[in-house]
């Protein structure tokens, strides 16, 4: 008996009926269709009388596939997908992965970068009707549901060789999986050399490895993987001495994003130093009204462990966060933290700056933080200056008043990196803390919120929301006070304007 989950997270119980008559597929010595790479087959669905029905392919994985995808298309209801590696399926709560949208014709995408990832080997798949009653085509309940599926096997070839200190722009599309793969030939006696991805706006990784492309991360020789879209990685010799010969495969990827298409620019340079044309770090506008205002002063905070959003509270760049955005793996603050500020309302933020940690305070969860130049280390230019938030008073605030959240929350976009993004509600209520009193709110607070601005109708700014604590019936949002912040903190605040 095979299980799986229906609409109203009912469990249900389903047995095997008989799979149809099919089109371009062969069985295999167990009698399951298998299809083969570029084939559709044409099936259909026969609903049994407890509403329960599916029908089930074998695959095979060639060796040099990077990834694969699964397409079911001319279906008139909701049809779903789920595939296992080398067992047919038993449980649809024990597969390697699924598509089950409300979309009558899904897409299973699956890489070597996947988790659990991509094999070369068998694969079972079931196309499943999942939900408890027939479906309704043009006012009348059908029992046969018709489908295509078609199965796409993309195998990682080389767009081309690079030209050192030649920059390369391209774009990754979704019918190409989302990948890229490059090429540089070193010569001999080389130290090594470095690769710059920038200009784009999702979040792309770097895996390179010489004579051969990385397929996974264990052919990766070297590995450029961070939560930044600017992505940058040193390849140099594990031992000292010249860096070996030959040609050398770069593989470029967006392993968020599936259906997003994202321009890059990418460059090669024989040199540990970052290119020239990288350094430059653009003026911010002034003249702004206090929306816009508010919106450049409410950064993205890129950590080790994680990403959050951050406020401008210092024209010399001081930036407010909570101390659990700043946070590495091993307790302590991350090596490395980067700034990210919008330029425009539709696109992510540019990743543009490099900050140390000034004061932190995890008792309160607060963290202040100091910009000390450019992504790449470089000096600012002289009396360089930050759009910033005035300070409010959280203790003026009264129930019922209006408060907008300013941030860059995790479901703000559709690509690997997000636009900002402006809540609004109102002060809901208080809370005691040994620290303070903190803000309720019923303002949408997501995840990627957290160290950004909480501002009054005048934009100053009355905290960070930190907090959301959510029940099946709604949730519940806490703004933490600047009022909480350390005394002295306001002091070294003021130093800095």
């Avoid at 490395?336 to 940690?357: G, H, T, V």
């Amino acid at each position: 008996m095979k299980t799986k989950r229906c609409n109203l997270f009912l469990l249900c119980f389903f047995t095997i009926v008989a799979v149809q008559p099919l089109t371009a597929a062969k069985g295999d010595k167990y009698g399951v269709p298998e299809i083969n790479p570029g084939e559709t087959v044409q099936g259909k669905v026969e609903i049994s009388l407890d509403y329960s029905s599916y029908n089930t392919y074998t695959l095979r994985v060639p060796p040099d596939a990077f990834a694969i995808r699964l397409i079911i298309s001319e279906s008139p209801a909701d049809l779903d997908i789920f595939i296992k590696k080398g067992e047919e399926i038993q449980s649809y709560k024990d597969v390697d992965a699924s598509s089950e949208k409300e979309d009558y014709n899904e897409v299973l995408f699956l890489t070597r970068f996947s988790n659990p990832s991509l094999e070369s080997g068998r694969y079972f798949v079931d196309v499943t009707y999942q939900r408890s009653s027939l479906p309704d085509v043009g006012g009348k309940r059908i029992r046969t549901i018709p489908y295509a599926l078609t199965y796409q096997v993309l195998r990682a070839e080389s767009s081309g060789t690079l030209v050192p200190g030649k920059m390369y722009s391209s774009e990754l599309k979704p019918e190409a999986g989302m990948f890229q793969v490059l090429e540089v030939v070193v010569p001999p006696r080389s130290e090594g050399f470095r690769v710059d991805v920038f200009n784009a706006p999702g979040d792309l990784d770097l895996f390179v490895s010489r004579g051969k492309i990385p397929l996974s991360y264990e052919e990766a020789d070297y590995i450029g993987e961070s939560l930044l879209g600017n992505e940058q990685l040193m390849i140099k010799a594990e031992t000292p001495g010249p860096l070996p010969e030959g040609r050398y495969y770069i593989l470029v990827i967006d392993q968020l994003a599936e259906n997003r298409p994202g321009p890059f620019s990418l460059l090669v340079s024989f040199s540990d130093a970052p290119p020239a044309a990288l350094l430059k770090v653009p003026y911010l506008p002034d003249g702004l009204t206090d929306l816009e205002q508010a919106i450049m002063a409410t950064v993205e905070v890129i950590a080790e462990a994680g990403k959050g959003s951050g406020c401008l509270v210092s024209p010399r760049g001081l930036v407010l966060t909570n101390w659990h955005v700043v946070e590495g793996f091993s307790g302590d603050v991350s090596e490395n933290i980067y700034i990210a500020m919008s330029f425009s309302l539709d696109e992510p933020p540019r990743e543009l700056f490099k900050a140390e940690l000034l004061e932190s305070d995890p008792s309160r969860d607060f963290a202040l933080l100091k910009i000390t130049g450019g992504l790449y280390g470089q000096a600012l230019p002289r009396a360089y200056t930050f759009p910033y938030f005035r300070l409010g008073d959280p203790e003026e605030v009264e129930i019922g008043q209006p408060v907008s959240i300013i941030g860059f929350p995790s479901i703000g976009g559709t690509g690997s990196r997000v636009s900002v993004s402006l809540t609004r509600g109102i002060i809901s209520g208080f809370e005691k803390d040994i620290f303070g009193t903190l803000l309720k709110t019923d303002a949408k607070i997501i995840s990627g919120n957290s160290g950004g601005a909480a501002c009054n109708v005048y934009y100053e700014l009355l905290g960070l929301p930190t907090i959301v604590i959510s029940e099946e019936t709604g949730n519940m949002g806490f703004i933490y006070p600047v009022s909480m912040l350390p005394a002295s903190w306001f002091d070294l605040i003021g130093s800095f304007r």
